[in-house]
């Protein structure tokens, strides 16, 4: 059974930079076609992808955020991190860990989310 | 703005068949590129539900089809029910933003 489970802080201020970890069982990061992502949805909007790591640490950015996020992966622990630098109010939204499963690193479906950790940032 | 357009609500009475529209252009779904399909309950994470070549997870009710032709797919609900009041997003692969994109969503509402 795959589950996937977001934590990190809920409020951050304005310029700050924000880290949120992603916990994961079920599957290994290591096993070749695996690949975690992060997306995030703002209040009443569709959802938008951030980042994604593969398992041979391949890591893929939105063009529109690339200057800003870091992701990152520590197999062992079985832990996924993004980092996103000078918070903005508009990055108020609730970020999901997000599991596929595709031999190539484009193209396919996010077949498993985290439940969320919803984000706010103060100005 | 997404580049992929969905219609902003539909509706149907219990029973009724509905079908969400999702148009895309040549850098996503008509590059070839798969049409998925997330069904979203309030305050819950978004859930996938079918693709556009109807690859369905265990538990989705085959009442959920999906279909793509030419930059367009559509998601199509047959014997609709209370339950499946929820928002719908359609997703894809965009070759030209390299990035995964989804739609802006459709509130589906049942009467």
């Known amino acids: 059974q795959i589950t996937l489970k977001e934590s990190g802080p809920t409020l951050v201020k304005r310029t700050q930079t924000l880290t949120l970890t992603c916990t994961f069982s079920g599957f290994s990061l290591s096993t070749r076609g695996v690949h975690v992502g992060w997306i995030r949805q703002a209040p009443g909007k569709a959802p938008e992808w951030l980042a994604l790591?593969?398992?041979?640490?391949?890591?893929r950015y939105s063009p529109s955020l690339k200057s800003r996020l870091t992701i990152t992966k520590d197999t062992s622990k079985n832990q996924v991190a993004l980092t996103m630098t000078n918070m903005d109010p508009v990055d108020t939204a609730t970020y999901y860990c997000t599991h596929r499963v595709d031999a190539t690193h484009t193209g396919g479906l996010w077949g498993y989310w985290g439940q969320g950790t919803r984000v706010t940032v103060s100005s | 703005q997404s580049v992929l357009t969905q219609p902003p609500s539909v509706s149907g009475a219990p029973g009724q068949r509905v079908t969400i529209s999702c148009t895309g252009s040549s850098s996503n779904i008509g590059a070839g590129y798969g049409v998925n399909w997330y069904q979203q309950l309030p305050g819950t994470a978004p859930k996938f539900i079918i693709s556009?070549?109807?690859n369905r997870p265990s538990g989705v009710p085959d009442r959920f089809s999906g279909s793509k032709s030419g930059t367009s797919a559509s998601l199509a609900i047959a014997g609709l029910q209370a339950e499946d009041e929820a928002d719908y997003y359609c997703?894809?692969?965009?070759?030209?933003?390299?990035?995964?994109?989804f739609g802006e969503g459709t509130k589906l509402a049942v009467l």
């Open positions: 997703q894809t692969y965009d070759i030209s933003l390299s990035a995964w994109v």
């Open positions: 790591i593969s398992w041979d640490d391949y890591k």
């Open positions: 556009s070549n109807n």
